[in-house]
């Protein structure tokens, strides 16, 4: 297979370039970014890289590149993908789709109507915990999972302050777009796809109100900080799910008062409940024995397990779990959380 990598920053050096250098008979023809260095990085430690370029649009011209990797911010997303499946090529996206449901969804519509694989970065779908909790959901072990509880917060987490991540226009919001993402759509997975019913949302910016005096200790993201620049996504978020199935509550802080980073899901069923620790293991408890367990498994690499279940859909034509059709509704989801945090009121799908 023949690709290009578009976007060569932190998820492209950390996680997609040592997955794709496993992939066996996988040419680079190219890869691209803005900064030209950050590509020619990429060259420089992956063999199998072979151009680099500044210009995503030679790739798309050429008629020998398959599939390409947009591995660009999130409001770019969008702009890359249509370009790249109206060349006729197949695409690997970064989560979140883009930036709201609406260009999510030309998103899709563009793919199937072009007969192209769109899938999208939704890593935690091949986790192994989260396969074998919806392996165990599906087997009846948790009775009825009536409700789920999720808290993604962290003391100090607020990434590249004043640049890309906290500017709405190019992130589509902030903690709920950047993490919630993540948790939203391996909670939906686990439950099997319920339907959306009701939402409720509040969102909060309270602790970089004013970029220059936010204090912490380490900053990700700090090499595109920004003190000059903008702030106007939430770093707090609150709210409340009614699904087809189970109801969901959250808390997701980027940022808090409070020492301490508390990063878990809790499903509750009436026959057993499990916590699953984010990026972790889980531990069941059973309702009748009163038992807990901590299974042992290994976790192997998710960024390499999508790849590959990528490139397998594209040799077949088969959708898979991160296919687009399948990732909409947490887009739905996060959008109208948004919509509900900004008329405060809850919204009825
Ligand atoms: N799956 C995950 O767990 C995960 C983790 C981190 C980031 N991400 C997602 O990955 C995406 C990138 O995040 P990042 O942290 O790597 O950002 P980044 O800023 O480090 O890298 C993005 C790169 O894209 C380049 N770029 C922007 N527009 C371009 C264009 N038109 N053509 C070529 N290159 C272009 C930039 O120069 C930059 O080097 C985001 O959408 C983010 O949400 C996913």
């Known amino acids: 297979m023949v690709i290009a990598v578009i976007g060569c920053g932190r998820i ?72 790249a499946l109206r060349a006729d090529k197949h695409v690997f996206c970064e989560k979140p789709v883009t930036v709201n ?3 999510s969804k030309e998103m899709a519509d563009e793919a199937n109507a072009r007969g192209k694989i769109l899938n999208i970065g939704v890593c935690n779908r091949y986790h192994k915990s989260v396969e074998m ?32 991540f906290t500017t709405k226009a190019e ?41 220059k005096s936010y204090t912490y200790k380490s900053m990700w993201a700090e090499d595109t900080m920004d003190p000059e620049g903008t702030n106007d996504v939430d770093d707090m978020i609150t709210g409340f799910i009614r699904t087809s199935s189970s109801s969901i509550s959250f808390n997701g802080a980027w940022a808090q008062n409070i020492g301490h980073n508390e990063m878990f899901i809790d499903f509750m069923g009436d026959k057993g409940g499990a916590r699953l620790a984010y990026g972790k293991k889980f531990t069941f408890y059973s309702g009748d024995t009163l038992e807990s367990f901590e299974p042992e498994y290994d976790i192997p690499n998710m960024y390499l397990c999508e790849d590959e279940a990528f490139f397998e859909s594209c040799r077949t034509g088969e959708k898979n ?29």
């Open 101 to 103: 449901y609406a260009l």
């Open 171 to 211: 992130s589509g919001g902030g903690v709920l777009i950047d993490w919630g993402v993540h948790f939203f759509d391996l909670i939906l997975y686990i439950l099997g796809a319920p339907e959306l019913k009701t939402l409720t949302c509040n969102s909060y910016n309270e602790m970089a109100k004013d970029i």
């Open 321 to 349: 779990r991160s296919h687009i059709d399948n990732i909409l509704n947490s887009m739905l989801l996060l959008d109208t959380l948004y919509q509900s945090a900004e008329r405060g009121e809850e919204i009825r799908l």
């Open 12 to 83: 492209a050096q950390n996680a997609h370039f040592p997955a794709l250098s496993k992939v066996e008979g996988l040419r680079i023809k190219y890869a691209c970014d803005l900064i030209i260095e950050k590509a020619q990085a990429m060259k420089e430690k992956y063999e199998m890289v072979e151009n680099v370029i500044t210009d995503y649009k030679i790739a798309l011209a050429d008629p020998e590149v398959e599939a390409v990797f947009v591995l660009t911010p999130n409001f770019a997303h969008y702009t890359v993908t249509m370009d």
């Open 133 to 164: 909790l919806r392996e165990m959901n599906e087997r009846g072990e948790f009775g009825n999972i009536y409700h789920v509880y999720c808290s993604f917060r962290s003391h100090r987490s607020i990434p590249g302050l004043g640049g890309a």
